[in-house]
């Protein structure tokens, strides 16, 4: 089945520590985005990525960064340097980046520091 | 972004009907009308999206009203799984972020 695979489910961080979010489509996208979302909160935009090799800030990127190497995969890093990382992190893609298509998303994955 | 006003929550009972309101009085004439549900601890599902009128998909319905202020989401036979936190999102032409909001959790009895 086509979809966006996000791994690990759970993950616990050390503090200083950076630790990397997988998320994978095979849904053969061109578009792939990263949000946040805080307990009983809306979805906040981290990074978005409209073709390989090129990806833009949202809203929250400090303290983040994200690679866009392949079509089919879009890691995002959380840095040491992000003060408060515990949240739900969600992954997207869209066919292309634009408002007449809808976004697809992945279950999450969950980060807390230890 | 274009303001949304949604109830914060409704009740209905399994196998009826089920209209969501959504009010977006300063909505743009190019922005797309999305909707989206969340179950608890999962990612937000797609639903159902649309510009002027009304569309049908195998989920849902949207009605759409004429001066696009406003918006229907119904759902015609309510399940057990369609509980969840429904969100009307606006997306402007060219927007790359859907914008969140509290949207409406719907409660479903047996």
């Known amino acids: 089945d086509g979809g966006i695979t996000q791994s690990p489910k759970y993950l616990f961080r050390k503090e200083g520590q950076n630790v990397t979010l997988s998320c994978e489509q095979n849904l053969n996208h061109d578009a792939m985005y990263w949000y946040r979302q805080d307990p009983g909160q809306g979805l906040r935009l981290i990074y978005y990525s409209q073709i390989v090799n090129d990806f833009q800030k949202g809203d929250i990127a400090e303290g983040y960064s994200v690679s866009r190497e392949k079509k089919e995969s879009f890691p995002l890093t959380v840095t040491s340097a992000q003060k408060n990382p515990t949240a739900f992190y969600l992954c997207?893609?869209?066919?292309?980046?634009?408002?007449?298509?809808?976004?697809?998303f992945g279950d999450g994955t969950r980060l807390s520091i230890l | 972004d274009a303001k949304t006003t949604q109830p914060n929550s409704m009740e209905s009972n399994e196998e009826e009907p089920v209209h969501l309101p959504c009010n977006h009085s300063t909505i743009s004439g190019t922005d797309y009308i999305h909707w989206y549900r969340q179950l608890p601890s999962q990612g937000p599902e797609y639903v159902i999206h649309?510009?002027?009128s009304n569309v049908n998909n195998r989920m849902a319905s949207l009605a759409i009203a004429e001066d696009r202020k406003s918006s229907t989401l119904i759902l015609h036979r309510a399940t057990l799984r369609d509980a969840a936190v429904y969100y009307c999102?606006?997306?402007?032409?060219?927007?790359?972020?859907?914008?969140f909001g509290q949207g409406t959790r719907l409660t479903i009895n047996p």
């Open positions: 999102i606006p997306l402007e032409e060219g927007a790359q972020k859907l914008v």
């Open positions: 649309g510009l002027t």
């Open positions: 997207a893609s869209s066919q292309q980046g634009d408002s007449n298509q809808p976004q697809h």
